[in-house]
């Protein structure tokens, strides 16, 4: 056995977790409609539902908060906010938002036009909700392997250069506002797009004088996968490698709430002066002064650091290192997870777990179920739920992935309470013939998955009691 290694950090402060009974989670559960969102948080023993947001802050953080600068205008946390993108992001204009979604909106209504198209290396929900609701038709240009979870590759989140010329050729650059390119693509699995990729993009989108703009949510997590993988980047400091991945792109949305280690904030940033003052108009509109942006000076205070934070090599290497210890432990049980294991999650391949439920008995919601009340560790479905119905026909897109996500707060648990989780989850898949499907009884109309509710089917309305035996939840 090599030798061991353990987290960069030591704990200042404590959370109690709570943990409830079999039958108090089965309540819970019941009251929640069965989907994981509508938990209270307080019935939640391991949760898992989200990198979000979630993140612990360090002490230099906490420390931090209290030099906040409240100032409605001109606030020199803010300065501190916009010097710390610019050194280690590389753009030379930012607005603050108040979170990542925030800065679609912005940026969505800037450049989008009613017939327009926007290619992305798969969607997320937010970008592609704010992306349709301006008229524009969202294109998957992902590499086919992304739609596969079995097959290993080391960067499954790349665009297919040969799917965006198509495009081009079909509608016309000038259909196409923007190409948006997610890095460690969050709905494929976590997975990472190679520098080599970027480049290629950046380089043929140039040529047609289409702007390429990240979506940077994860970037020092990708930053990871190319150091590891990627040819000649293994000696480079993950804050070089970061730059270099954003110099391939016009500007970028950030979800502050994930890679600067934040648990609000965000913002927009881009090299485009006249685009940048236009955005700033609507910085005021929707989101507050462009000197707070609808966050606080602390908060402003806290992500300043945590950008810097995320970037040192010893923390992502744990981070990463975290995930495979989840993941790698699914592996040798035999569990289907998604392949390679991505940079913030683990996710369980549904369709494969539960082969015995069709796609409409939502067999990665009713997985998602019956984690939580084995074992009251929550986490959260990425199939058809989470992908919608189709903006023309109203039909349900299809999703090939039908998952869930297994997302680990940065700096929270330890690989202790991993090996909670994976207990429950071979546990699960032991007696996998049993875990029943659900019937969806109330369905909101945009991101439904956030409050939809459920009820398990009435001919199998059956999942696991603590005891190994059947019992109903009806
Ligand atoms: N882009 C990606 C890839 C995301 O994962 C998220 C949020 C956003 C944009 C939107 O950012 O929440 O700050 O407005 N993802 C969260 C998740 C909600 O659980 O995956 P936000």
Not at 139 to 154: F, L, M, Q, S, Y
Not at 167 to 173: C, F, H, S, T
Not at 304 to 317: F, L, S
Not at 389 to 415: A, S
Request: proline share 4%.
């Amino acid at each position: 056995m090599g030798r061991r290694t353990a987290e960069p950090y030591k704990i200042k402060s404590v959370e109690t977790l709570s943990m409830l009974s079999y039958e108090e989670r089965k309540e819970s559960l019941k009251r929640a409609g069965y989907n994981t969102f509508l938990i209270d948080s307080e019935d939640v023993y391991i949760d898992l539902l989200t990198d979000s947001g979630t993140t612990a802050m360090s002490d230099e953080q906490w420390g931090a908060l209290m030099t906040g600068d409240e100032a409605y205008a001109g606030s020199k946390s803010w300065k501190k906010l916009e010097k710390a993108v610019q050194e280690f992001y590389g753009y030379q204009f930012v607005l603050p938002t108040h979170q990542g979604r925030g800065a679609e909106n912005i940026l969505s209504q800037l450049k989008i036009k009613d017939g327009d198209y926007v290619p992305g290396n798969m969607y997320f929900t937010t970008t592609r909700a704010h992306q349709e609701m301006n008229g524009a038709k969202f294109v998957d240009i992902i590499i086919d392997e992304a739609h596969n979870p079995t097959i290993d590759h080391p960067f499954k989140g790349n665009i297919d250069l040969t799917k965006l010329q198509k495009l081009i050729d079909e509608v016309g650059a000038e259909k196409i506002p923007y190409v948006c390119l997610a890095v460690t693509v969050n709905l494929a699995g976590g997975q990472p797009v190679s520098m080599r990729n970027m480049k290629e993009v950046y380089e043929l989108c140039q040529t047609y004088q289409i702007d390429v703009f990240f979506d940077a949510t994860r970037c020092v997590e990708n930053a990871f996968f190319i150091k590891e993988r990627e040819e000649g980047y293994a000696e480079k400091p993950i804050a070089h490698i970061l730059k270099e991945m954003l110099s391939y792109s016009d500007g970028c949305t950030m979800s502050g709430k994930k890679d600067c280690l934040v648990n609000i904030g965000g913002f927009l940033a881009m090299n485009d002066e006249e685009l940048y003052i236009r955005s700033r108009e609507l910085v005021v509109v929707y989101e507050g002064m462009p000197s707070y942006g609808g966050m606080a000076g602390r908060d402003m205070e806290a992500m300043a650091i945590g950008i810097r934070e995320a970037v040192d090599d010893h923390y992502i290497e744990h981070r990463i290192g975290q995930v495979r210890h989840l993941g790698d432990q699914l592996i040798e049980a035999g569990v289907p997870i998604v392949l390679p294991i991505g940079g913030h999650a683990v996710f369980l391949d549904a369709k494969s777990f539960l082969p015995h439920l069709k796609q409409d008995e939502f067999p990665a919601q009713a997985l998602a179920a019956a984690l939580y009340l084995d074992s009251g560790v929550r986490s959260m479905e990425r199939g058809i739920i989470s992908a919608g119905r189709n903006i023309e026909t109203g039909e349900n897109n299809r999703p090939e992935l039908e998952l869930v996500r297994l997302t680990i707060p940065r700096r929270v648990y330890t690989n202790n309470h991993m090996d909670v989780v994976v207990d429950s989850i071979v546990d699960l898949f032991k007696k996998r013939d049993e875990i029943g499907g659900l019937k969806m009884d109330y369905e909101p109309p945009t991101l439904r998955f956030f409050n939809a509710r459920f009820s398990p089917l009435a001919t199998s309305n059956e999942l696991i009691s603590e005891q190994n035996k059947k019992v109903s939840i009806e």
